[in-house]
């Protein structure tokens, strides 16, 4: 059974993968269709936890051997300056609705609030996400400004980069009237976490380093924005209640720590912050919080705490947008309790691939998890059938897809 909390089962793909990412959504949308078009596969659209299901209750009544959250992280982590809060929309944005927005609003039915991007926008950030919201806000003022001049580009050729096709025009972005936008990033450019590379030896963190700052140089080439190294935001230049700005203060990094320097804060006004430092999951009624994540035990299995049957994975764990991280984790807990704990003639064909460092924790649980018996799964059914019917889903997955796939801007724009 899989149950979502919005028509498609998409998650982040789809409204968080920036969309000129198209083909990349395509390909892990495809997946997901083939898996979840199986037969054994029973799909409930717009079922979200602790709105219109009960997270205890699908857990400890609904007969379940084991349940798998994998809710995704769609809550931005706050922007950590005293009373920032109160500027939501107000001169701040934060990066998940910013960029759900950026995704949409094409789409002649999108109905969701507007978002602006004005030139000279700060960016609190330093990893992949920022340069996706950097990204967006070039390609946005870029391609407005050409309109202007009577030049129709679009966000696709200026995703292969904003630079050419500003020469291809024989301009230059001043010539656009255009700053460009500022990520501030509190480490250094070589510490910036944008590539996956080891750094378990200072041979390879030295590579590592090298590798992330020739990717900044790239993105920076192509696509014009700044950056500001070795900042921190600390506190607010408001005026009549609107977010006008930043106090920013410099650092230094000692033994790999972020150090403020004294006395050196400065103003930086801009007419937009977008905050862009990580997600983390949606506080759901019943799910035990520590900090600002899921509380689990037994950590390689993520198992949620207080529940014997119920585990917690993918980014709703890491807190990372990659989707790569996010499979491989899901993986290695989903195939090893359903290969370990709930085989069946049902389960007869075994997963190959197993985790090495689950393995000793998996005979911890071995007692709790068992089958789901013929009488218990009939209930389970009914209720997903239930459900199903108030989404208006007939279980037809493929006719679904169809019917609720939102229009894609290439689509609009003829094929690119």
């Keep these: 059974m899989v149950f979502d909390q919005n028509a498609l089962p998409y998650g982040k793909i789809e409204d968080g993968l920036p969309k000129w990412h198209s083909k990349l959504r395509d390909k892990e949308e495809n997946r997901i269709n083939e898996k979840l078009a199986h037969p054994l596969v029973k799909y409930v659209p717009f079922a979200q936890l602790g709105k219109n299901i009960d997270f205890k209750e699908v857990v400890e009544n609904w007969g379940f051997s084991a349940v798998l959250l994998a809710t995704g992280a769609w809550k931005d982590r706050p922007l950590p300056i005293e009373g920032i809060g109160a500027y939501v929309n107000k001169g701040l944005y934060y990066q998940n609705p910013f960029i759900y927005w950026y995704n949409h609003f094409h789409e002649p039915t999108f109905t969701g609030p507007a978002y602006e991007t004005p030139d000279n926008t700060i960016i609190i950030g330093g990893g992949l996400a920022s340069l996706d919201v950097a990204k967006a806000l070039m390609f946005q003022n870029v391609e407005r400004a050409l309109k202007e001049r009577g030049y129709e580009e679009n966000m696709f050729t200026l995703d292969r980069s904003i630079a050419k096709v500003l020469d291809k025009h024989q301009l230059k972005l001043e010539d656009l009237g255009i700053k460009g936008c ?162 069946s003639k049902e389960l007869a064909q075994k997963i190959q691939l197993k985790e090495n460092i689950v393995s000793e924790q998996i005979q911890q649980i071995l007692p709790i998890l068992n089958p789901v018996k013929e009488a218990a799964y009939q209930a389970i059914l009914s209720k997903v059938q239930f459900l199903q019917k108030q989404a208006q889903y007939n279980g037809d997955y493929a006719a679904w897809v169809a019917q609720n796939l939102p229009i894609r801007l290439e689509s609009i724009l003829g094929g690119h």
């Design 182 to 343: 500022t990520i501030y990033y509190r480490r250094r450019i070589k510490d910036m976490p944008l590539s996956t590379q080891a750094t378990d030896t200072p041979a390879a963190l030295l590579k590592a380093q090298a590798i992330q700052e020739k990717i900044l140089k790239n993105y920076q080439s192509k696509y014009l924005f700044n950056i500001q190294p070795c900042n921190i935001p600390v506190g607010t230049i408001v005026e009549n209640g609107r977010l006008i700005g930043l106090q920013m203060q410099r650092t230094a990094i000692k033994n790999n720590k972020v150090i403020p320097i004294n006395n050196s804060e400065y103003e930086v006004h801009s007419p937009l912050v977008i905050s862009s430092i990580g997600s983390i999951p949606e506080p759901i009624a019943g799910i035990p919080m520590q900090w600002q994540t899921y509380q689990t035990h037994m950590n390689e299995l993520c198992r949620i705490e207080g529940y014997a049957n119920a585990f917690a994975l993918g980014n709703a764990v890491t807190g990372r947008g990659n989707i790569l991280e996010s499979l491989k984790h899901s993986r290695a807990i989903s195939t090893t309790l359903a290969d370990e704990c709930l085989s």
